[in-house]
């Protein structure tokens, strides 16, 4: 846990980078047992800014990964939106870039994040993280439904282009998956349309 | 983890002692980084029996706590449904007493959940925990927004009545919150009616 990991205030802040991206500071409530945290909760969120639109379809999956130390995941976009967040004492860098078509296109933002941190990444934004602590859970959900079959309709960033200027922890011991490692440039991406998303 | 963890297929069974409660085995895929779980797909899901009706007036709230070995929360029912899991390599020994006026009334469910598990709570139920392993990240969905002041409205049952007969691991040791130290014999809860349900 980091210094200021208790008791913050919930509140908002819009990522000048990458317009529609919204990183929330969340309430975390310790005791003798160990913590608690409404780590979303509608009704206090939405009127903060949490879009509306993300219930629309009334769609809802929520996915967790468990990762060790190192594991790096990414870069993802897909045609749906994203809140995510970590669920246990650990701590990830966070990164993520715009690869929607139009002004930002390419735009980067990163931050570490622990559980006392809830980021709402739009459709079109490609998402990733390395793993700083020993392990993490993290949590997250989304509002439309992965299919293997539909991979191809995803737009996908190489972590490691240096064009990116991530400052990964530890890029050259990143555990990464096959795919990750195949992703293309973000020279070479192409771009998420209006359509798409 | 458990000898049988990784790549269950999706499925539920319903639990005969408290009527509407459900317990589905959850896909979980292991690779060089860690582990992937679709922790809840709507989609997926409500084919199977989880109740549309979580959803039907659109509000949305998800728990997140982290909590020590031996660390027991509970036993709780209060006037919304709880989708619960635990979302880390920890494991719970997850204990339900139906607190709804009827026959069920005083029934008991008790087993072990790890994160390939997933349980739905019906309103009125109440749901405790006790935490086996190290620690352990125990992840929520309910459909009601919790508030201090609505406490009163909230049943409770005292974790260490003998009368409910749950084999807690070590509940000598048990590491419980003044709260939960304090509520009522089986035989002095107020039964949930179905008003307050
Ligand atoms: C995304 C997804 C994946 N899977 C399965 C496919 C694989 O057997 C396993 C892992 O899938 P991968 O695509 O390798 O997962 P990963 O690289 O971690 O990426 C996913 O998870 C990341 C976070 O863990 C997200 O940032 C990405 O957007 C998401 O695509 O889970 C599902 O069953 N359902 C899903 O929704
Ligand atoms: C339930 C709830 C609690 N809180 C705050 C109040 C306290 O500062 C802190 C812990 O609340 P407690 O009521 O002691 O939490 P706990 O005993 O773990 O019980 C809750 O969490 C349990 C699982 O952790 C659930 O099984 C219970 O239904 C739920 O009531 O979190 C919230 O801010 N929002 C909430 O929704």
Redesign the pocket.
């Known amino acids: 846990t980091t210094d200021n990991f208790f008791e913050k205030t919930l509140a908002v802040r819009e990522i000048a980078e990458i317009p529609g991206m919204l990183e929330f500071d969340l309430p975390v409530h310790g005791d003798n047992r160990g913590w608690f945290k409404e780590n979303f909760q509608k009704e206090k969120m939405v009127p903060l800014g949490f879009p509306e639109s993300f219930f629309a379809e009334g769609k809802l999956?929520n996915?967790?990964?468990f990762?060790r130390k190192n594991v790096l995941?990414?870069?993802?976009?897909?045609p749906w939106d994203?809140y995510?967040s970590v669920a246990d004492n650990g701590r990830v860098l966070g990164a993520w870039v715009d690869l929607r078509e139009g002004a930002s296109f390419g735009h980067v933002y990163q931050t570490v994040i622990d559980a006392s941190k809830g980021i709402f990444v739009p459709r079109g934004v490609?998402?990733?993280?390395q793993v700083l602590s020993d392990f993490v859970s993290?949590s997250?959900l989304?509002n439309d439904?992965?299919?293997?079959e539909l991979?191809p309709k995803?737009a996908f960033v190489n972590y490691a282009d240096p064009a990116l200027g991530i400052d990964w922890e530890d890029v050259v011991n990143a555990e990464?998956?096959a795919?990750?490692e195949g992703h293309p440039l973000l020279e070479d991406v192409t771009a998420f349309t209006r359509e798409m998303v």
Do not use: M, T
């Open positions: 999956q996915n967790v990964s990762s995941r990414g870069l993802h976009a897909e994203k995510i490609a998402n990733g993280f993290y997250y989304v439904y992965w299919a293997l991979k995803y990464v998956s795919a990750d």
